[in-house]
């Protein structure tokens, strides 16, 4: 199993840094499955839409739901959630030498969402980067079985990881 996580401190920065990498391997030739995350800020700049762009190229799809002004909670669209695993799974499906998961959140937690293609990728040998946040941690390890590695924040230990053979 070759599953690795990364985390950063800032609102939005882990969606920049796998960007980043997804370009970086991208460019290196690598076959990329996944999803990664783009935020764009709303009016009252106390909410953003989010967005995530099927790798490697497409279709974008909003996963966030405008609930009004006064609404307080979850945004995320359950719905556009789940098409993005269906195509992103789909995509699995055709081939990939990693996947990257912009995010393993309470859906992921609570068993829905990108989970079972993170378990699907692992049982096909492909190598994992997921984005993460402390709420979730506990959880994203339990479902690894505690063998998720922690990558530092950057573009270069990320690509190095995935660059690294699977040992046997």
């Given at each position: 199993m070759k599953i690795a996580y990364t985390m950063s401190?800032?609102?939005g920065e882990t969606n920049v840094l796998l960007a980043s990498v997804a370009k970086e391997l991208g460019a290196r030739g690598l076959r990329l499955c996944g999803t990664i995350?783009?935020?764009?800020?709303?009016a009252d700049k106390s909410k953003c839409d989010?967005?995530?762009?099927?790798?490697p190229n497409g279709p974008v799809i909003r996963?966030?739901?405008d609930l009004g002004r006064e609404a307080r909670g979850c945004r995320?669209?359950?719905?556009?959630?789940?098409?993005?695993?269906t195509v992103t799974r789909q995509q699995l499906e055709k081939g990939a030498d990693v996947v990257i998961v912009n995010k393993f959140g309470?859906?992921?937690?609570?068993?829905?969402?990108f989970r079972d293609v993170i378990g699907d990728?692992?049982?096909?040998?492909?190598p994992v980067i997921v984005g993460i946040n402390p709420l979730n941690i506990d959880r994203f390890q339990e479902?690894?079985?505690?063998?998720?590695?922690?990558l530092a924040g950057d573009v270069d230990s990320i690509v190095q990881w995935v660059a690294t053979p699977i040992a046997d």
């Open positions: 401190p800032g609102r995350q783009t935020d764009t800020e709303c989010m967005d995530v762009h099927i790798l996963i966030s739901q995320l669209n359950p719905d556009a959630l789940e098409q993005a695993v309470k859906h992921e937690a609570d068993g829905r969402g990728a692992i049982d096909l040998n492909v479902f690894c079985g505690g063998e998720a590695i922690e």
